[in-house]
């Protein structure tokens, strides 16, 4: 079964408001979550790295203010489209990896992803 | 810049046939290559992955070919099947950080009875 869980599975919000996105580690706790966004038939592009109990990582041209991450604990990690719009209309998936083993030996999961529609 | 390059975009290919999704790149920081694949409105699933000290690597009906001198990598789905029809995805990840995942563009597979 799937081992991160994603909340909700798909949004529509209004242009303006702001929608919250939880990303939650199953079975284990994970220090660091990843926050994707996915346009329609394109790759996924990393947006950010959420640390439990410091600010988040952000790549660049990713707007901070615009997206606010919050690594509540070690098992959730929050993304929030603050006054959202359509063009950021898309596909947000979360990461983490299970602390086994270590590196690349522990499998990335990934969550099945929320689709925010903004009109 | 896009710093894993993949192809075809799209692939479709007969049941039973072969499907090769190549992919290369350019930075030799990456040292680790793994394939996910994702289905409509799912999240991505490691499918398999190798090191650049490992020229083929196989996984039942699974196999990447990596050529480290010429930057480039391989996925081979033998006796490719209907519910092999997904998108797919090469990635990198830098022997530094390999949370950091970059993913190619992607491959649409579709495969026909």
């Known amino acids: 079964g799937a081992v991160v869980s994603q909340h909700p599975s798909w949004v529509i919000c209004k242009s303006g408001t702001s929608v919250k996105i939880e990303c939650r580690s199953l079975d284990f706790q994970a220090t660091t979550m990843f926050w994707y966004r996915q346009f329609p038939k394109q790759s996924l592009m990393l947006m950010a790295t959420?640390?439990?109990?410091?600010?988040?990582?952000?790549e660049q041209g990713v707007e901070k203010d615009k997206f606010l991450i919050n690594h509540a604990s070690l098992t959730l990690s929050t993304l929030t489209v603050t006054s959202a719009h359509p063009e950021d209309s898309s596909f947000y998936i979360c990461?983490?990896?299970?602390?086994?083993?270590?590196?690349?030996?522990?499998?990335?999961?990934f969550g099945n992803g929320t689709r925010l529609t903004v009109t | 810049q896009q710093q894993v390059k993949q192809s075809p975009q799209s692939l479709i290919v007969q049941k039973g046939g072969i499907s090769i999704i190549n992919c290369a790149y350019e930075n030799t920081a990456f040292d680790y290559f793994p394939w996910y694949q994702q289905f409509p409105g799912k999240g991505p699933a490691l499918l398999i992955a190798i090191r650049p000290d490992v020229s083929e690597k196989k996984e039942g009906r699974f196999t990447i070919s990596f050529n480290k001198s010429a930057k480039q990598f391989s996925l081979h789905i033998m006796d490719s099947q209907p519910g092999d029809s997904a998108s797919y995805f090469c990635?990198?990840?830098?022997?530094?950080?390999?949370?950091?995942?970059?993913f190619g563009p992607g491959t649409s597979l579709s495969v026909i009875p």
């Open positions: 959420s640390n439990e109990g410091s600010k988040a990582t952000y």
């Open positions: 990461s983490a990896r299970s602390p086994t083993g270590g590196g690349e030996n522990s499998p990335l999961h």
């Open positions: 990635a990198a990840s830098p022997g530094t950080s390999y949370d950091k995942v970059i």
